[in-house]
């Protein structure tokens, strides 16, 4: 099994920074693209950024140049960077890896349990 752990969200101020946090870990052999989307209530889910395992990157227009992803591979890891927050930021973030836990398995996504990022002054 695979789990993903988010970590980082809080209450901040408009303006304000965040740096969130995802470690994958359980039975993993491969990790390709991670990634993060959120969820504000009432609202679909979001998608807002995701890296390769080679480092390349996509981000929803709403953060591109103010949110920053990142990962570290040999932690089985990824951060998103978050600068000059605005209320409608506020959103639940939900953590994403594609994962093969076998090489004869295909691949699959899993999703982590989330943390919340609350933008207010």
């Known amino acids: 099994q695979v789990q993903l752990a988010e970590s980082g969200g809080d209450l901040v101020q408009p303006g304000g920074s965040l740096r969130l946090s995802c470690a994958a870990s359980?039975?993993?052999?491969?990790?390709?693209?991670m990634g993060w989307y959120r969820q504000a209530p009432g609202k679909q889910r979001e998608f807002v950024a995701e890296?390769?395992?080679?480092?390349?990157?996509s981000y929803a227009d709403s953060v591109k140049g103010r949110f920053t992803i990142s990962r570290d591979n040999a932690k089985n890891a990824v951060y998103l960077q978050m600068n000059s927050l605005k209320p409608e930021d506020t959103a639940m973030f939900v953590c994403?890896?594609?994962?093969?836990?076998?090489?004869?398995?295909?691949?699959?996504?899993?999703w982590g349990q989330g943390t919340q990022v609350t933008v207010s002054s």
């Open positions: 994403f890896s594609n994962v093969r836990v076998r090489m004869t398995v295909p691949w699959r996504v899993y």
């Open positions: 890296i390769t395992r080679g480092g390349s990157t």
């Open positions: 359980g039975s993993i052999f491969s990790l390709d693209t």
